[in-house]
C-alpha cells in the first residue's frame, strides 16, 4: 500500500483544515488506518484511527470533539476533518495502514504516507 496525505497548510486559531489520505496498491479495506503527528523537537503521536469498516473510531483525549476521522473505501482514502483548531495542533501529519490494530496504535504500522504539513498561527 502506499500513502498519500495531503490537505495540511497555514490556518488561524479556530480555523478548519480537512486532511486527505489517498491510498493506492493493495486493498485499502482490509486495513486499520490511522493519522499521527510530529511537532518540533517532539516524538511522533498517535492522534486517531478507524477500523477497515468505519465502525470502530479512536482519538487522544486532547483532539476529542475536535477532529473527526473517516473513510471512504470506494475512494480508497482516510479522512481527518479538524475544527476549532490550536496552535499546539502545529505538526506535521502522517497517515498510516496496517491489518494488526496494536500494531499500528503502538506507531509500527507498516505503511506510512509523506506527511503533511499543519501550522496553526495565534
Known amino acids: 500500500v502506499q500513502l498519500q496525505a495531503s490537505g495540511g497548510g497555514l490556518v488561524q486559531a479556530g480555523g478548519s483544515l480537512r486532511l486527505s489520505c489517498a491510498a493506492s496498491g493493495r486493498a485499502f479495506s482490509n486495513y486499520v488506518m490511522g493519522w499521527f503527528r510530529q511537532a518540533p523537537g517532539k516524538e511522533r503521536i498517535f492522534v486517531a484511527s478507524?477500523?477497515?469498516?468505519?465502525?470502530?473510531?479512536a482519538y487522544i483525549d486532547s483532539v476529542k470533539d475536535r477532529f473527526t476521522i473517516s473513510r471512504d473505501n470506494t475512494k480508497n482514502t482516510m479522512y481527518l476533518q479538524m475544527n476549532s483548531l490550536k496552535p499546539e495542533d502545529t505538526a506535521v501529519y502522517y497517515c498510516s495502514a496496517d491489518n494488526e490494530i496494536s500494531r499500528l496504535l503502538n506507531g509500527r504500522a507498516i505503511f506510512w504516507g509523506q506527511g503533511t504539513q499543519v501550522t496553526v498561527s495565534s
Open positions: 478507524i477500523t477497515w469498516n468505519g465502525a470502530g473510531t
